[in-house]
């Protein structure tokens, strides 16, 4: 059965030739930008040794932060999150951040204890 | 893309408020609804991991020591494989976005082109897991532990390990205490004679990797490893068929009939969502 009252979104989200040059350099900058950052990461990964000896802490965060800085451009450029409207963007990420930070803080309180009750252990 | 964020519409397919929060289809806001629920299952897992490598006391084993073969060459090449499966992986998630590109333009030759090449990467990148999981289970030869506890590893010409002793040119090393996958600093390849004195005296062999002990760390290291890439592993196996349908699909131009593309869309959501855990795996299995 046909209904005439869904409206077809999708529709909206056409563009133009034009339009399309546009949004297609954002994507090849988005692209370079995931590939140096990743470069980076391997290229830190393996020789952080030689590069940045006994820094193991500050090249652990910096990993974290490259991660999250690909992880919002995939989310907000290739997944167009950021072109979405602000409410369903906020009912996406904020319940699950507010998850995920919980589960990290109680996973890291609780590891911290277990590593100390078993080195008292020995 | 930018929605019906400015555009007016008709009260009588609004909601009971007058408005229309979301703008968006039923099809595409279940699928970030999926997306939001997969993505708390592999932090679950992610976490987990954190958790035993955080709460363990044995060494752990290090990404850019375990991982560093490249296929068909010897040699030491730390996270070169790992970084080439990522790249296919972006690569393929660019093509995927620039196939979504097209379909707003309803440029049907377009579509077809960049989603054949979506589906090319992802076949790539499940092949390439399929060598590292290969790879990673034969392992590099295997270590002995002696009575005394210390750790050698085991070399032969043939990479023989059902009777390394006997095969040509066997030799130990000694292990790094802590880090079995580096040789001790000062010492040298063990002589024929003192290999085997030590190899008929071992106390266990480990070689390759399985779920009960693998010779790079303790059992839970390859546990995670097979579960957490194993289980995104699937997913891309699921993505690249459900890509496969939609570009037949697109092929007999059934998109092309119902006026837009959208279904491109929620294909690659999906495939995106793949890349993106990739990242945070990349990170947090290989690189920390």
């Given at each position: 059965?046909?209904?005439?009252?869904?409206?077809?979104?999708?529709l909206?989200?056409?563009?133009?030739?034009?339009?399309?040059?546009?949004?297609?350099?954002?994507?090849?900058?988005?692209?370079?930008?995931?590939?140096?950052?990743?470069?980076?990461?391997?290229?830190?990964?393996?020789?952080?040794?030689e590069?940045?000896?006994?820094?193991?802490?500050?090249?652990?965060w910096?990993?974290?932060?490259?991660?999250?800085?690909?992880?919002?451009?995939i989310?907000?450029?290739?997944?167009?999150?950021?072109?979405?409207?602000?409410n369903?963007?906020?009912?996406?990420?904020?319940?699950?951040?507010?998850?995920?930070?919980?589960?990290?803080?109680?996973?890291?309180?609780?590891?911290n204890?277990?590593?100390?009750?078993?080195?008292?252990?020995? | 893309?930018?929605?019906d964020?400015?555009?007016?519409?008709?009260?009588?397919?609004?909601?009971?408020?007058g408005?229309?929060?979301?703008?968006?289809?039923?099809?595409?806001?279940?699928?970030?609804?999926?997306?939001?629920?997969?993505?708390?299952?592999?932090?679950?897992?992610l976490?987990?991991?954190?958790?035993?490598?955080?709460?363990?006391?044995?060494?752990?084993?290090?990404?850019?020591?375990?991982?560093?073969?490249?296929?068909?060459?010897?040699?030491?090449?730390?996270?070169?494989?790992?970084?080439?499966?990522?790249?296919?992986?972006?690569?393929?998630?660019?093509?995927?976005?620039?196939?979504?590109?097209?379909?707003?333009?309803?440029?049907?030759?377009?579509?077809?082109?960049?989603?054949?090449?979506?589906?090319?990467?992802?076949?790539?990148?499940?092949?390439?897991?399929?060598?590292?999981?290969?790879?990673?289970?034969?392992?590099?030869?295997?270590?002995?532990?002696?009575?005394?506890?210390s750790?050698?590893?085991?070399?032969?010409d043939?990479?023989?390990?059902?009777?390394?002793?006997?095969?040509?040119?066997?030799?130990?090393?000694?292990?790094?205490?802590?880090?079995?996958?580096?040789?001790?600093?000062?010492?040298?390849?063990?002589?024929?004679?003192?290999?085997?004195?030590?190899?008929?005296?071992?106390?266990?062999?480990?070689?390759?990797?399985?779920?009960?002990?693998n010779?790079?760390?303790?059992?839970?290291?390859?546990?995670?490893?097979?579960?957490?890439?194993?289980?995104?592993?699937?997913?891309?196996?699921?993505?690249?068929?459900?890509?496969?349908?939609?570009?037949?699909?697109?092929?007999?131009?059934?998109?092309h009939?119902?006026?837009?593309?959208?279904?491109i869309?929620?294909?690659?959501?999906?495939?995106?969502?793949?890349?993106?855990?990739?990242?945070?795996?990349?990170?947090?299995?290989?690189?920390?």
């Amino acid at each position: 059965m046909e209904r005439d009252d869904i409206i077809e979104y999708s529709l909206d989200a056409h563009h133009s030739e034009e339009d399309g040059r546009k949004i297609r350099r954002k994507i090849w900058m988005v692209t370079a930008l995931l590939a140096v950052v990743t470069a980076i990461e391997v290229l830190v990964g393996a020789y952080w040794k030689e590069w940045f000896p006994g820094a193991w802490t500050a090249v652990k965060w910096a990993f974290v932060f490259l991660t999250l800085v690909k992880a919002t451009y995939i989310v907000m450029t290739f997944m167009h999150l950021g072109d979405e409207r602000r409410n369903i963007r906020a009912i996406i990420l904020l319940p699950y951040a507010l998850f995920i930070l919980y589960l990290l803080w109680i996973a890291l309180m609780e590891s911290n204890f277990v590593h100390w009750s078993w080195s008292t252990m020995q | 893309m930018a929605g019906d964020a400015t555009k007016t519409l008709s009260n009588d397919v609004l909601w009971g408020g007058g408005r229309s929060p979301f703008s968006i289809s039923y099809g595409k806001m279940m699928m970030w609804f999926f997306l939001v629920s997969d993505a708390l299952t592999f932090s679950g897992l992610l976490v987990a991991y954190g958790f035993v490598r955080h709460s363990t006391l044995e060494a752990w084993p290090i990404g850019e020591e375990v991982f560093r073969a490249l296929p068909g060459l010897s040699g030491s090449y730390p996270l070169i494989y790992v970084a080439l499966m990522t790249a296919i992986l972006i690569f393929s998630s660019v093509t995927m976005v620039l196939a979504v590109e097209a379909g707003h333009r309803m440029d049907k030759k377009g579509v077809i082109k960049w989603m054949f090449l979506t589906v090319l990467g992802g076949a790539f990148f499940v092949g390439s897991q399929a060598w590292e999981w290969s790879h990673f289970i034969h392992g590099g030869g295997g270590y002995i532990t002696t009575a005394d506890g210390s750790k050698y590893w085991v070399h032969n010409d043939t990479h023989d390990t059902h009777d390394p002793a006997n095969a040509p040119g066997f030799h130990l090393v000694a292990a790094q205490p802590g880090h079995y996958l580096i040789p001790a600093e000062g010492t040298h390849h063990l002589d024929h004679d003192a290999s085997l004195k030590l190899w008929n005296e071992r106390v266990n062999y480990v070689d390759g990797a399985n779920m009960t002990r693998n010779e790079y760390g303790p059992p839970q290291y390859a546990n995670f490893f097979f579960f957490i890439t194993g289980f995104h592993g699937f997913h891309v196996f699921s993505g690249v068929v459900i890509n496969i349908i939609v570009l037949i699909m697109a092929i007999q131009g059934v998109f092309h009939r119902r006026g837009h593309y959208e279904m491109i869309e929620k294909a690659g959501l999906y495939w995106h969502f793949v890349d993106l855990v990739w990242v945070f795996v990349f990170t947090f299995f290989y690189l920390l």
